[in-house]
C-alpha cells in the first residue's frame, strides 16, 4: 500500500495570503515598502502608512498596479492614539477587517545619552515602541475576536546588543521585543501571533548618516559575518513567513535578520 504522507498540506499554499488584508505602518518607503509589496504579491489588500501621504500614495498604487490587489495609503502619525484610531477606521471601511499588522514606522537620533534632549528620547521611543503598542493594542482585540491575525513588531539587533550613541533606539528596541512576547502571550490561544524580525544593517533612509560616511559604512560590514548590507528584497521572505500560516505556530518569537551579526 502507498505511504500516506504525514504532511498533509501543501507546503507552498501556506504562504499565501489570499483574503487577507494588512497594515503596514512605515510602508511608505524603506523596509516597509519591501514589506508592504511582499504581502500583496501573496494576496492580501494592503493599507499603506506613514505620516507622508506622497509616499504612502505612491506605494500603494505601484502595489496595485504590480500585483493587482487593492492598496489603500493612509497618512498618519502612529504615535497618536486619536490618529492610530483615525488610521484603522479609514482602512476598515475601505478594506475591511485587518488580519495582519506590521510595525516598521522607525526612527533614529544617535548621539552620547548626556548630548541627547528629552524630545529626542521621546521621539525614538515613541515611534519605535509606544507605536507599536498603540497599533496592536487598536487591531488585536479584532484580530482575537475573528480568531486569526497576525503582528509583526520591527526590532533591530540593537534589540539584544548595545552599541555607543544608540541610548534611545536601543531601549526602545530592546522593548519592542518584550512587548512582542506579552502580546504574544495575552492573545495566544485567540489565534493571533505577534513576532518580532530584528534587522541588520540595510540602506535605507535611517540609515543615511552611515550610509554617507564611508569608514562607518565599512566598519559595519566588517562587523557582518555574512560580509555587506542587507539587500532589500530579504526583508519579505521573513515577513510573509510570519504574516502566513506556514508560522502558524511561532508566536513571541524574535527572528534575526542580520547576516549573522547577533550570532558573534
Ligand atoms: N534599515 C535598517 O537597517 C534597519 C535595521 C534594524 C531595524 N530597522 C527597523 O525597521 C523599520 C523600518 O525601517 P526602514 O529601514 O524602512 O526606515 P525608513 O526607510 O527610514 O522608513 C521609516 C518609515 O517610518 C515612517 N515613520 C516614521 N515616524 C512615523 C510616525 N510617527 N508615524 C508614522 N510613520 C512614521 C516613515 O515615514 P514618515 O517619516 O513619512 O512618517 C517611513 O515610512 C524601523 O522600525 C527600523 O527601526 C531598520
Not at 504532511?7 to 504562504?15: G, M, Q, S, Y
Not at 550613541?165 to 512587548?179: E, F, H, Q
Not at 518580532?196 to 562587523?223: Q, S
Not at 557582518?224 to 515577513?239: D, F, T, V
Amino acid at each position: 500500500m502507498d505511504k500516506q504522507l504525514s504532511l498533509t498540506v501543501n507546503a507552498l499554499d501556506l504562504f499565501r495570503l489570499e483574503g487577507r488584508r494588512a497594515v503596514v505602518t512605515g510602508g511608505g518607503r524603506g523596509l516597509g515598502e519591501v514589506m508592504a509589496t511582499a504581502l500583496a504579491q501573496a494576496g492580501a489588500d494592503v493599507a499603506v502608512v506613514s505620516r507622508t501621504l506622497d509616499d504612502c500614495r505612491a506605494t500603494a498604487e505601484a502595489i496595485a498596479g504590480q500585483t493587482g490587489r487593492r492598496a489603500m495609503a493612509v497618512a498618519a502619525d502612529v504615535t497618536r492614539a486619536d490618529e492610530v484610531e483615525r488610521m484603522a477606521s479609514e482602512v476598515e471601511q475601505t478594506l475591511g477587517p485587518v488580519d495582519i499588522l506590521i510595525n516598521s514606522a522607525g526612527v533614529n537620533v544617535r548621539g552620547a545619552a548626556h548630548e541627547l534632549a528629552e524630545s529626542d528620547w521621546d521621539l525614538v521611543v515613541n515611534v519605535n515602541l509606544k507605536a507599536p503598542f498603540l497599533c496592536a493594542r487598536r487591531f488585536g482585540p479584532r484580530m482575537c475576536e475573528r480568531g486569526w491575525g497576525r503582528i509583526i513588531n520591527m526590532g533591530s539587533i540593537l534589540s539584544v546588543i548595545a552599541m555607543p550613541g544608540r541610548a534611545p533606539y536601543a531601549s526602545a528596541k530592546a522593548g519592542v521585543v518584550n512587548l512582542t512576547r506579552v502580546l504574544a502571550l495575552e492573545w495566544a490561544n485567540s489565534g493571533v501571533t505577534v513576532n518580532a524580525i530584528c534587522p541588520g544593517p540595510f540602506a535605507t533612509e535611517i540609515n543615511r548618516p552611515i550610509l554617507n560616511d564611508p569608514a562607518k559604512y565599512k566598519a559595519f560590514v566588517e562587523k557582518l559575518p555574512i560580509g555587506r548590507w542587507g539587500e532589500l528584497h530579504e526583508i519579505a521572505g521573513p515577513a510573509l513567513f510570519l504574516a502566513s500560516d506556514a508560522a502558524s505556530f511561532i508566536t513571541g518569537s524574535t527572528l534575526f535578520v542580520d547576516g549573522g551579526w547577533t550570532a558573534q
